[in-house]
RNA sequence: GCCCCCAUCGUCUAGAGGCCUAGGACACGAGCUUUUCAAGCUUGUAACACCGGUUCGAAUCCGGUUGGGGGCACCA
């Protein structure tokens, strides 16, 4: 259907602020194409309303992008041959463009100033007319067009749409989808400040750059008529295009900001790895057809095919994504954890407290059953990097006992026989403490649990006790039989 | 209102006419294990929106209905 000898794509995002996870996952389809086809991977900035630009944002984006492990090809402070790849640097192609298509009638000015068209519109709206520009300015007089140029009359630029034709859109995910011409507004193609809007600037980059294959949200379907108009009226070839199905919220309404965290920077800051968001992302609207679900970005781009992007919308789930988060997690070795652990310890209160590779390991290697995030470790099992300040009422109720005072005294006293303890020398001074005492395991192992720990879950207490060591223990357990009254 | 898209467990999905008494994953329930909490293992509940048609045979093909979504800017 085309003659590109190269596949070529493009993530063409607008520097409103932040990315999108719809636009992750965009990005992330492109980018596994193109890697898979051995084809270059486009990062585009569309700029073109002024309105909405934020300072700082493409920047954000091309940190993002690399966060997620996207690499691309060219792009903006990448050198490509089919540059500037911001259009805002490109105005003065979409303009001699537009110059063209005016010189063969395909597009005309038009003078209407915004009352007239908001009035026009209200006027169709109230007969229950399609919206759409009457197509006054189309019938002036070459004369009329020349002086109101000349006198500065605020203009635009609009395509002249044919009436009564079919306009056929080949979607290799959505097959063929069929328009009927009548129904497409007299689209404006340069706006009044000379700025291109996005269905011309995007038609013009695309052939400009080569772009084979256009893969975009679904949410362009309905204007890709105008586009194919557009590459009808400039007589060049149509990229192919695939529409992907929406991210939905959990309402089934477009995934939005109102029902939950859209950017991918706020997952970031929540403690998700890069690769399980990447993971979870891709198999929304696409699958393998194997039953494999947790994958690499690598493995990703091998198995990717276009042909397994299903058509209908899916809900970002978070529980699912928490999932792949501990999946992801687990595959991890204790080097890399203990790497991420250092990172977030020197964020938080512990920032000057000194912890020795030794001690982080182990704490790891206790704690990684028990969480989907690194930062968990130091959540929910602060007890290794500081003596408990309180201990859990609930837990003193339950397994707080008369005797537990004093049963706990004979066992730090067991303890301190110890010489350099391993953890089967923790079990075997408390076995036989409780030996000696006359009483079950249990009645000790939840005191010293509590003792040592302030709550009544975590890793095994054998565990706990020779990470924190004999003489800190002793002290927590003092400190306990202190601090704790019933 | 008009145009377009979509439709399998609660959610993500497998399924391209017989392999389907519909498979997997997450979540949920139960059991085992563990004198904690998890993890792990085993196991259970749970879906082809509806109505017609084509066919010997339909989750799969066709039509309609219903439902959901997207789009109708000098925003992308």
Redesign the pocket.
Known sequence: MNNYNQIRVRF???PTGYLHVGGLRTALYNYLFARKNNGVFVLRI?D??RA?YVEGAVENLIDTLHWCGFDYDEGPQKNGSFGPYTQSERLEIYKSYTQTLIEQKKAYYCF???ER?SEL?TAQENL?Q????DKLCLHLDHNVIAQKLKDGV?H?VRLNIEADKKVVVEDII??R????SN?I?DQ?LL???G????HLANVIDDHLMKISHVIRG??????TPKHVLLYDAFGWEKPVFAHL??L?NP????LSKRQGDVAVEDYRAKGYLPESLVNFVA???W?P?T?Q?IFSLDELINIFSIE?V??????F?I??L??FNFEHLRKKNDTEVVRILKEYLAKSKFADHKFDDDKLFLIVEAMR??ISFVKEIIENSSYFFESPESYDQEVIQKRWKDDTSENLKSLAEEFSKLLNPKKEDYETALHKT?ELLNI???KL??GV?LALSGV??????YEILFILGKEESIRRIEKAIEKIRI
């Open positions: 063409a995002p607008s569309e073109t309303d909405r209407c100033t915004q068209i519109r229950k399609q919206t759409k520009y605020p635009v959505r097959g989808v069929e328009f009927d129904l507004d404006v706006k009044g400040d700025y291109p809007t996005y679904e949410e362009w379907l309905p204007s199905p929406l939905l309402d089934k309404s477009k198999l929304l609207g699958n057809g039953e679900e397994g299903n058509k209908s919308g899916a809900v789930n529980e699912k928490n999932a059953p028990r409780a079950g395991n249990g192992i939840h649990r009544g879950g975590g890793p095994g207490l």
